[in-house]
């Protein structure tokens, strides 16, 4: 099989492999525990051993892959439940460095920040506007929170994590947020009202805001998935900011 460089995510061929590998798993191709023979897939893709290793290896970063010594590796299916996770965490991460940065408040990240949201709100005024266009300016918003929090070993492992994420190989099946109008907007009245709360340096608002947004993005994300996979949640994986006293 020959790899497609366009769509890949990444330029390199380990990359390319484990996008193409992750896709498949999550379409279904490969059951749970299947395992995956180095040499089988070398000869698929047309390339050594070696790149395939490295392949896993991504993908066990991924969740999608479990590495057992002198066993291989083996796949693991994703879960409803287990996709929930990664977007509590994500949330958690996303609020502390969204706190931190309101501290700071560093001049030309925050222009930044007003620049996208600039660029959200004048998207979600076409009532047509593609979701995918709006998931990308809202992860580009987390990339400039991620890369300004000041802290470093939070930046490095939200960007381990966001790189590695689920979310980006599920959405290549199809959208799985901003798929009407009134929730593109409200993505980017959540987002004004962030960018205001960091300007001003309200880290505490600023944090439940960030982590609002990315509950939010979670349960119409659910939405999708419980409608394809005919599966619903566990009710212990939706967790919620407490409500203001």
């Given at each position: 099989?020959a790899l497609?460089?366009?769509?890949s995510r990444?330029t390199t061929?380990p990359?390319?492999?484990?996008d193409?590998?992750?896709?498949?798993?999550?379409?279904?191709?490969?059951?749970?525990?299947?395992?995956?023979?180095?040499?089988?897939?070398?000869?698929?893709?047309?390339?050594s051993?070696?790149?395939?290793?490295?392949?896993?290896?991504?993908l066990?970063?991924?969740g999608l892959?479990e590495?057992l010594?002198?066993r291989?590796?083996?796949?693991?299916?994703?879960?409803?439940?287990?996709i929930?996770?990664v977007f509590?965490?994500?949330?958690?991460?996303a609020g502390?460095?969204v706190?931190?940065?309101?501290?700071?408040?560093?001049r030309e990240?925050?222009t930044q920040?007003?620049?996208?949201?600039?660029q959200?709100?004048?998207?979600?005024?076409?009532r047509?506007?593609e979701?995918?266009?709006?998931a990308?300016?809202?992860?580009?918003?987390?990339?400039i929170v991620?890369?300004?929090c000041?802290?470093?070993?939070l930046?490095?492992?939200?960007r381990?994590?966001?790189?590695?994420?689920?979310?980006?190989?599920?959405?290549?099946?199809?959208p799985?947020d901003?798929l009407?109008?009134?929730?593109?907007?409200q993505?980017?009245?959540?987002?004004?009202s962030?960018?205001?709360?960091?300007?001003?340096?309200?880290?505490?608002?600023a944090?439940?805001?960030?982590?609002d947004?990315?509950?939010?993005s979670?349960?119409?994300?659910?939405k999708v998935?419980?409608?394809?996979?005919g599966q619903?949640?566990?009710?212990?994986r939706?967790i919620y900011?407490?409500?203001?006293?």
């Amino acid at each position: 099989m020959a790899l497609d460089w366009k769509t890949s995510r990444t330029t390199t061929v380990p990359g390319q492999i484990a996008d193409q590998l992750a896709r498949r798993i999550v379409d279904g191709e490969f059951a749970d525990g299947h395992p995956l023979r180095e040499q089988e897939l070398a000869s698929f893709y047309g390339v050594s051993r070696g790149p395939i290793r490295d392949a896993f290896h991504a993908l066990e970063r991924r969740g999608l892959v479990e590495i057992l010594p002198r066993r291989g590796a083996y796949v693991i299916k994703p879960t409803i439940d287990s996709i929930a996770d990664v977007f509590n965490v994500q949330a958690v991460m996303a609020g502390l460095a969204v706190r931190y940065m309101a501290r700071t408040a560093p001049r030309e990240a925050i222009t930044q920040l007003d620049e996208v949201t600039r660029q959200l709100e004048k998207l979600v005024e076409n009532r047509e506007a593609e979701p995918l266009a709006v998931a990308t300016l809202s992860w580009r918003l987390l990339s400039i929170v991620a890369a300004n929090c000041g802290n470093e070993h939070l930046r490095r492992t939200m960007r381990d994590l966001f790189k590695n994420s689920l979310w980006g190989v599920l959405w290549g099946s199809q959208p799985l947020d901003y798929l009407t109008p009134e929730r593109r907007e409200q993505m980017a009245a959540s987002c004004r009202s962030l960018h205001e709360a960091i300007a001003t340096g309200q880290d505490e608002r600023a944090e439940r805001l960030m982590r609002d947004i990315i509950f939010a993005s979670r349960d119409e994300g659910m939405k999708v998935i419980r409608k394809l996979r005919g599966q619903d949640v566990h009710p212990e994986r939706i967790i919620y900011d407490a409500p203001d006293q």
